[in-house]
C-alpha cells in the first residue's frame, strides 16, 4: 500500500493516528504520514509517535522516514498517535512563504532572480547570481511587507502535466516550483526584516 502525504492535504493538522508500515531500528515508516521531510532547503518536522520524540525525519526510496529516540514496543501494523512540534512548523511555513514572497517581488520589480533558497530556523537565505546593490535591498523590504499587509493568498498546488511537480504562487507573482510547505496567506507571514550582503539577503520574521 502507498504511502500517503498527510502534510500536502493539510498542512495544518497537528495531530494524526495511522499504521506503522515498516520498522527498521529506530526508524519508522507511517502510512498516513503528518511529518514533512528535511530537505536540502527545507527545515524537516520534530514531534512525537505515540509520545516517543521525533529525531529526525528524511525522504529515502520515496518513503518518508520517521527515526525515533527509540521504537520500544513498536510493532509493524500497530495504530500510533503522531503529533508534530506546531511551533516549529509554522515557523518554518512562514520562513518559507517569506522566501517566495520576498523572491516574486524582487523578480517582478527588477527583474532579479534568485538562483537559490534556503531555510534555516531563524532566517530565510536568497542568493542571487550577482551582488545586487543596496538600495535595492531597502525598496524591496518595503514591497514585501506591504504585501504581507495585504493578506493575499498563497496558493500551492500540482502541476497538470507533470506528475511529482508543485508549484508556490504569492498573490499575482509568478509562480515558483516548490515541495514545501506554506501559510495560506501573506498575513500569517509577520513583519519581515531583511539584511542584504552582495548576492546574498537574509529575511527574517520581526520578534
Not at 518554518?92 to 514572497?101: E, N, Q, R, T, Y
Not at 500569517?188 to 550582503?197: K, R, T
Request: some cysteine.
Amino acid at each position: 500500500m502507498e504511502q500517503k502525504q498527510i502534510y500536502y492535504d493539510n498542512q495544518y493538522l497537528k495531530e494524526l493516528e495511522s499504521s506503522v508500515t515498516e520498522i527498521d531500528g529506530n526508524k519508522v515508516v507511517i502510512q498516513e504520514n503528518i511529518f514533512f521531510p528535511k530537505t536540502k532547503g527545507e527545515l524537516g518536522d520534530f514531534g512525537t509517535v505515540n509520545n516517543i520524540k521525533v529525531v529526525n525525519v528524511e525522504k529515502n526510496d520515496g518513503k518518508v522516514v520517521v527515526e525515533l529516540e527509540s521504537v520500544g514496543a513498536l510493532k509493524i501494523s500497530d495504530k500510533v498517535s503522531q503529533k508534530i512540534d506546531w511551533n516549529y512548523r509554522l515557523n518554518g511555513m512562514k520562513l518559507h512563504s517569506a522566501l517566495h514572497l520576498v523572491a516574486g517581488v524582487i523578480e517582478k520589480e527588477h527583474n532579479i532572480r534568485a538562483v537559490a533558497g534556503n531555510v534555516y530556523e531563524d532566517r530565510a537565505v536568497l542568493t542571487f547570481k550577482k551582488p545586487v546593490p543596496d538600495m535595492i535591498y531597502i525598496a524591496l523590504e518595503d514591497s514585501a511587507n506591504e504585501l504581507v499587509q495585504e493578506n493575499k493568498e498563497i496558493k500551492t498546488y500540482w502541476d497538470e502535466k507533470r506528475e511529482g511537480f508543485r508549484w508556490c504562487q504569492v498573490s499575482d507573482l509568478e509562480p515558483i516550483s516548490c515541495g514545501g510547505l506554506h501559510v495560506k496567506n501573506t498575513g500569517e507571514i509577520s513583519e519581515l526584516v531583511f539584511d542584504g550582503n552582495g548576492d546574498k539577503l537574509e529575511v527574517r520574521l520581526k520578534v
